[in-house]
């Protein structure tokens, strides 16, 4: 029987970030359009945020993103991430890729040490 040991650990993560800030303007510029829309319909107005409000909900203050622009676009608020072939490496596969090599760096190991 094999004895397993978790001897390194790694992580990839995106170096862009987007600050409570950034993300409360983006979405009430959205409220402001969307409300806009809704003073037409008869439909209550939204809510504006604060970024009070995102650390006390979720103690997040900055947040790491593969792709600022899109997601703080208040006409589209998501990333853009260009479309792959379907033979292509996807992104979750490179940074998960990335990931294991840190690890094995961690660990001091080559790819040709695991069994």
């Known amino acids: 029987m094999h004895r397993v040991i978790i001897s390194g ?23 402001d359009l969307e409300n806009a829309r809704r ?18 909900a979720s103690g997040v203050r900055t947040r790491h993103v593969i792709e600022r622009e899109g997601i703080l676009d208040p006409t589209r608020m998501a990333p853009r991430i260009p479309a ?24 001091g190991l080559q790819p040709s040490d695991i069994d």
């Open 9 to 31: 650990i790694g992580v990839e993560i995106p170096e862009p970030t987007i600050t409570n800030e950034e993300l409360v303007a983006s979405f009430n510029a959205w409220v």
């Open 39 to 56: 003073q037409d319909t008869g439909e209550p107005p939204l809510p504006k945020s604060d970024s009070d409000f995102i650390v006390h």
């Open 84 to 107: 792959r072939p379907d033979d292509a490496l996807s992104l979750e596969a490179e940074f998960g890729i990335a990931s294991a090599k840190k690890a094995l760096d961690h660990a």
